[in-house]
């Protein structure tokens, strides 16, 4: 069953934590990204990477890090220099290439609440 | 800087009814043109994508329908249905990066 996984489902957080959020892909796609949503609104890019041990800034990177270590994970860390961590997290992954047709798969998402 | 802008933001149908999203963008590198539909609480799903050297794309009720020289793409759901009431993006390609609209949310009315 290929797909994208995401865990957990919702993560609460205490102010001055800071917390992981996985995202593990079988589907042997080369790239992977974090999006943020907030209510109402569209998707914000936060990191991406599209070869393993490198990865870059999105739109919205401050207060966040990333690690791509193997080409099946890409975690996201929500550091407690995020002023406002409270959304819908999206990690995606797509195929590379310029030539490709495929578009990017997302995963289920975790919401994340700062208590 | 908004790279796609999507319109309008909310749409109500009468089941039956043609619901009509429409986009515009301004980066003609975009190479590829997908739209998602989102339902709450989970990731958005592919719906239909087009390539900018076709005019339109057909599959089932859902179609697209691109203008390259304005620019402009929009997604119509023929006979919306009540299941069909979720958000749905565009989006445009530029390489390996995706630019996403804000999203227009649909109520199909029964």
């Known amino acids: 069953d290929g797909g994208i996984t995401q865990s957990p489902k919702y993560l609460f957080r205490k102010e001055g934590q800071n917390v992981t959020l996985s995202c593990e892909q079988n589907l042997n796609h080369d790239a992977m990204y974090w999006y943020r949503q907030d209510p109402g609104q569209g998707l914000r890019l936060i990191y991406y990477?599209?070869?393993?041990?490198?990865?870059q800034k999105g739109d919205i990177a401050e207060g966040y890090s990333v690690s791509r270590e193997k080409k099946e994970s890409f975690p996201l860390t929500v550091t407690s220099a995020q002023k406002n961590p409270t959304a819908f997290y999206l990690c995606a992954s797509s195929p590379l290439g310029p030539s490709s047709t495929d578009t990017q798969y997302f995963g289920p998402g975790t919401r994340l609440t700062v208590l | 800087q908004q790279q796609v802008k999507q319109s309008p933001q909310s749409l109500i149908v009468q089941k039956g009814g043609i619901s009509i999203i429409n986009c515009a963008y301004e980066?003609?590198?975009?190479?590829?043109f997908p739209w998602y539909q989102q339902f709450p609480g989970k990731g958005p799903a592919l719906l239909i994508a087009?390539?900018?050297?076709?005019s339109e794309k057909k599959e089932g009720r859902f179609t697209i329908s691109f203008n390259k020289s304005a620019k402009q793409f929009s997604l119509h759901i023929m006979d919306s249905q009540p299941g069909d009431s979720a958000t749905y993006f565009c989006?445009?390609?530029?390489?390996?990066?995706?630019?996403f609209g804000s999203g227009t949310k649909l109520n199909v009315k029964p």
């Open positions: 980066n003609t590198a975009f190479d590829y």
């Open positions: 990477s599209q070869i393993v041990n490198d990865f």
């Open positions: 989006a445009g390609r530029d390489f390996n990066k995706f630019y």
């Open positions: 087009i390539r900018p050297d076709v």
